[in-house]
């Protein structure tokens, strides 16, 4: 079962921009992580929030997490072309092992 | 340091064929994944390796798939025989270097892009 749902599906803005995508998940979690993929290769790991964490921040990238709403935001601040990519969140399937379930994931598209 | 491994990068076969995908992971990495992504979608676990032990292979289809870890490295998966809704990216991620850790991140290979025709 699909633990976490990205939202939008699709994104297009202009270099400049700030991207906001969000994340929502079905039980109860201790952590959630987003992660970064471009065309043609793996994923890259780009934050993890606890959660007894409400925001983090790395960088251009500010991840908030609402625990009683059970959904995250991933916000990409200035974006530039490099950030066109599909990025997504990564929940644990139970709070004791490592076994993540992955969103379909936000297709951002940075255009110049 | 060298990422995680994988090989060959893409691979074509005809149904009813098999194949086989090779994973070297990240040097001192005790747990390994293999994903299997479909086009549009998120990765979707189909074993997860605590060194040469696959403690979850609930999601692997074995009827078709088998897995090896063995000495705890280097791992294969096998495809046999291959149909055509096996036409996926597989992905061979790494972590847990200080042990295990609902908390670690992982690390992606580039992936192997298997297309059955």
């Known amino acids: 079962s699909q633990q976490g749902e990205e939202d939008p599906q699709a994104l297009s803005i202009q270099e400049g921009e700030n991207a906001t995508m969000n994340c929502s998940y079905k039980?109860?979690?201790?952590?959630l992580q987003w992660y970064r993929q471009n065309s043609g290769r793996g994923l890259v790991h780009l934050i993890l929030?606890?959660?007894?964490?409400r925001e983090k921040h790395s960088g251009r990238l500010r991840v908030t997490l609402d625990t009683s709403k059970k959904s995250s935001s991933l916000l990409i601040t200035a974006s530039r072309a490099a950030d066109t990519a599909s990025y997504f969140c990564a929940t644990p399937r139970d709070n004791y092992g490592q076994n993540f379930v992955f969103g379909p994931g936000t297709r951002l598209s940075v255009l110049p | 340091e060298a990422g995680v491994v994988q090989s060959p990068r893409y691979k074509i076969i005809e149904k009813k064929q098999p194949v086989a995908f090779w994973c070297n992971p990240i040097s001192g990495h005790n747990t390994l994944y293999w994903y299997r992504q479909n086009l549009g979608q998120g990765p979707e676990l189909l074993i997860r390796?605590?060194?040469?032990?696959?403690?979850?292979d609930s999601q692997l289809p074995k009827d078709r798939f088998s897995a090896e870890r063995l000495k705890g490295v280097d791992s294969t998966l096998k495809i046999q025989p291959a149909e055509l809704g096996d036409s996926a990216v597989y992905l061979c991620a790494s972590s847990s270097l200080w042990g295990a850790s609902p908390y670690n991140e992982q690390f992606f290979g580039p992936g192997t892009r298997l297309t059955v025709l």
């Open positions: 390796y605590e060194n040469e032990e696959a403690v979850d």
């Open positions: 039980t109860s979690i201790n952590n």
């Open positions: 929030i606890r959660s007894n964490e």
